[in-house]
């Protein structure tokens, strides 16, 4: 009887930390709340290919264990909808009102 009070005991542990991991990784997500921004996407010779506005939105994307964006941004945009592009290649400007 103790045996299988320990298993179950043992299963809802590892459950829980796998879920608590899954919540880490939300909550390292890089958020620029409720601002209007103009995120660029930048080309090799340093020049903007395209433009777009996010209004009174949000761009993420992940961090890597410095703190630093990685990967792709994540966001709404008013001209085109869903957009992801990559973090090496993005300029993002608060728009000032």
Request: proline share 1%; aromatic share 12%; hydrophobic share 40%.
């Amino acid at each position: 009887m103790n045996r299988w009070i320990l298993i179950l005991f043992s299963i809802f542990i590892l459950s829980a930390c796998t879920e608590e991991s899954r919540n880490q990784m939300f909550k390292q997500a890089d958020n620029l709340l409720g601002k209007d921004l103009r995120v660029s996407y930048v080309a090799d010779n340093g020049n903007i290919v395209k433009t777009w506005t996010v209004r009174d939105g949000k761009v993420t994307s992940e961090k890597d264990s410095s703190g630093n964006a990685v990967g792709y941004y994540y966001f709404w945009s008013n001209e085109t909808g869903y957009v992801q592009i990559p973090v090496m290649r993005t300029i993002i400007e608060e728009i000032k009102q």
